[in-house]
């Protein structure tokens, strides 16, 4: 999807309080027990709890594009296990109750990408997603629910034009209940982009509920991600090589909390690109020198659901150890 990568600051930006890295913040409200990056979770944590995709469905195994558009079409439950890689020329869709799993930690796809349009329950794990030629997302979700992305490696270079590629990972058109856990997205100008537009609040507000937790951004320019109208809780992730990191915009309300940013420039922003500003709560975050530009704070302090956040002290520990395909 594709919208304008960064636009000067509007005048307004005088009101917005820029912090230093050493900023500390409120207590946390959750457990702080480490999680095991070596123990993958049989089912997601956050927005996307519930989603079980494929089920107990007994797996079929693809190795050829034909075979693997065969397999995923229709909402019956079914499980795909992907073996190799697959040569890609725009994108697959993908129907509903259904998983798709790689073999290995090599296999998955490369040139495009795969498409949940208007489905539901749907789990992605274990893939390689590389290179998608523009106007493909490496995964697009669009006018889905529960849907679960999990230990994929997502990844394009820097070598080409910002818009040679599309989006590693975009979620639009009201999809929402979705969790993004323990993916590595490496090498992009464009991560992840929640809400395609300003213009589509009537479609978007009341949806766009994403948690994204212990995944790794390395170099990747912005968006990770930006989130707008929605609802986004972005924990335990680690990132390093970000010109603009977390970005809220169009009233989304995010909970940034125990998150780690390295050679950083803007951790976190509210007030980027777009006509209105977005509201963000941070706690327990090690932002490593980059500044923050929160113009907002939220109300959005409490998720929904049961999780646990383990402190910044050892995330990069566990996501540098358990992210990514191959890792589950």
């Given at each position: 999807?594709?919208?304008?990568?960064?636009?000067?600051?509007?005048?307004?930006?005088?009101?917005?309080?820029?912090?230093?890295?050493?900023?500390?913040?409120?207590?946390?409200?959750?457990?702080?027990?480490?999680?095991?990056?070596?123990?993958?979770?049989?089912?997601?944590?956050?927005?996307?709890?519930?989603?079980?995709?494929?089920?107990?469905?007994?797996?079929?195994?693809?190795?050829?594009?034909?075979?693997?558009?065969?397999?995923?079409?229709?909402?019956?439950?079914?499980?795909?296990?992907?073996?190799?890689?697959?040569?890609?020329?725009?994108?697959?869709?993908?129907?509903?109750?259904?998983?798709?799993?790689?073999?290995?930690?090599?296999?998955?796809?490369?040139?495009?990408?795969?498409?949940?349009?208007?489905?539901?329950?749907?789990?992605?794990?274990?893939?390689?997603?590389?290179?998608?030629?523009?106007?493909?997302?490496?995964?697009?979700?669009?006018?889905?629910?529960?849907?679960?992305?999990?230990?994929n490696s997502?990844?394009?270079?820097?070598?080409?034009?910002?818009?040679?590629?599309?989006?590693?990972?975009?979620?639009?058109?009201?999809?929402?209940?979705?969790?993004?856990?323990?993916?590595?997205?490496?090498?992009?100008?464009?991560?992840?982009?929640?809400?395609?537009?300003?213009?589509?609040?009537?479609?978007?507000?009341?949806?766009?509920?994403?948690?994204?937790?212990?995944?790794?951004?390395?170099?990747?320019?912005?968006?990770?991600?930006?989130?707008?109208?929605?609802?986004?809780h972005f924990?335990?992730?680690?990132?390093?090589?970000?010109?603009?990191?977390?970005?809220?915009?169009?009233?989304?309300?995010?909970?940034?909390?125990?998150?780690?940013?390295?050679?950083?420039?803007?951790?976190?922003?509210?007030?980027?690109?777009?006509?209105?500003?977005?509201?963000?709560?941070?706690?327990?975050?090690?932002?490593?020198?980059?500044?923050?530009?929160?113009?907002?704070?939220?109300?959005?302090?409490?998720?929904?659901?049961?999780?646990?956040?383990?402190?910044?002290?050892?995330?990069?520990?566990?996501?540098?150890?358990?992210a990514g395909?191959?890792?589950?």
């Open positions: 999807m594709r919208t304008p990568l960064r636009t000067p600051l509007r005048s307004r930006r005088s009101r917005i309080t820029a912090l230093a890295a050493a900023s500390t913040v409120a207590a946390l409200t959750v457990a702080v027990l480490p999680n095991s990056a070596g123990a993958a979770e049989s089912s997601p944590v956050g927005f996307g709890a519930g989603t079980t995709g494929g089920g107990s469905a007994a797996a079929v195994t693809v190795s050829s594009l034909a075979a693997f558009k065969s397999a995923v079409t229709g909402d019956s439950a079914k499980t795909v296990k992907v073996s190799g890689l697959i040569s890609l020329s725009g994108q697959v869709d993908i129907g509903s109750n259904t998983t798709v799993l790689g073999v290995g930690s090599s296999s998955g796809f490369t040139g495009g990408g795969l498409r949940l349009k208007s489905e539901s329950n749907i789990v992605i794990r274990n893939l390689n997603i590389s290179k998608p030629l523009a106007p493909s997302d490496g995964i697009t979700v669009q006018n889905s629910t529960k849907v679960w992305i999990d230990h997502f990844f394009a270079d820097r070598d080409h034009d910002k818009d040679y590629y599309d989006g590693l990972l975009d979620i639009t058109h009201a999809s929402d209940n979705v969790t993004v856990s323990w993916n590595t997205f490496k090498n992009h100008f464009k991560g992840s982009l929640v809400g395609h537009s300003d213009n589509n609040e009537s479609e978007d507000k009341g949806h766009l509920r994403v948690t994204y937790h212990h995944n790794h951004f390395q170099n990747i320019f912005s968006r990770i991600p930006s989130l707008r109208f929605g609802t986004g924990y335990d992730n680690y990132v390093e090589g970000a010109d603009t990191a977390v970005h809220s915009r169009m009233g989304a309300q995010m909970l940034v909390e125990n998150n780690v940013f390295r050679n950083t420039k803007i951790a976190i922003t509210t007030s980027r690109s777009s006509d209105e500003d977005g509201y963000v709560v941070q706690r327990g975050n090690d932002l490593g020198g980059a500044a923050t530009e929160i113009s907002q704070t939220g109300s959005f302090t409490t998720p929904p659901y049961s999780y646990t956040a383990e402190p910044a002290s050892s995330v990069v520990a566990s996501v540098t150890g358990g395909a191959g890792k589950i």
